[in-house]
C-alpha cells in the first residue's frame, strides 16, 4: 500500500511531500520553498527514505543538506512566469537545465532550450555527454 502525506503552511501551499510506497526504492521526501508570492524556488528531495526516516520526516524533522539527492531550482521573470528549471541530482546521473520563454500574448508558453548533462564517472578522463 502507498501512503502519500502533504504538509503545507499557514496559507494553505505545498511544502513537504512523504511518499511511502510498497517498495522502498521508491520512497521519498520532497520539500519544498516557496517567495513570498508562492512560487515554487526549490524542491529537494531525500530519496534514501528509509521507514524511520520516513516517520521523522512525518514529525517535522527538517532536511539536512547532506540528506538531498536531488535539488531543483526555479526562476521566474517580474510578472512571476518560470523562467528557468535546473535539476541537480546528486549522483550526477542526469542534470538538466530547461529555459522557457512566452509569447507576446502570455498565454503561450515554449520551451527554449534543454540541456542534459550525462556523466561517465567510468571513463578514464571522468568526462561527460553533453545533449542539447
Not at 499557514?10 to 511531500?17: I, K, P, Q
Not at 511518499?19 to 521519498?28: A, Q, V
Not at 521507514?51 to 514529525?59: D, E, F, G, N
Given at each position: ?31 519544498y520553498l516557496l517567495d513570498l508570492v508562492g512560487n ?29 539527492d536531488e535539488a531543483t531550482v526555479y526562476t521566474y ?56
Open positions: 500500500m502507498t501512503t502519500i502525506d502533504w504538509f503545507y503552511d499557514n496559507l494553505g501551499r505545498l511544502t513537504r511531500e512523504v511518499y511511502d510506497s510498497d517498495t522502498d526504492s521508491r520512497d521519498y521526501t520532497a520539500d515554487r524556488r526549490e524542491k529537494n528531495v531525500d530519496t534514501d527514505s528509509t521507514p524511520a526516516v520516513l516517520a521523522s520526516y512525518r514529525s517535522g524533522t527538517a532536511m539536512a543538506s547532506g540528506d538531498v521573470d517580474d510578472n512571476d512566469r518560470l523562467l528557468t528549471e535546473t535539476k541537480d541530482v546528486d549522483v550526477a546521473a542526469d542534470d538538466r537545465h530547461t529555459v522557457y520563454a512566452y509569447g507576446a500574448s502570455d498565454d503561450i508558453t515554449q520551451q527554449t532550450r534543454k540541456t542534459v548533462t550525462v556523466h561517465f564517472p567510468n571513463h578514464p578522463k571522468n568526462s561527460y555527454f553533453l545533449a542539447r
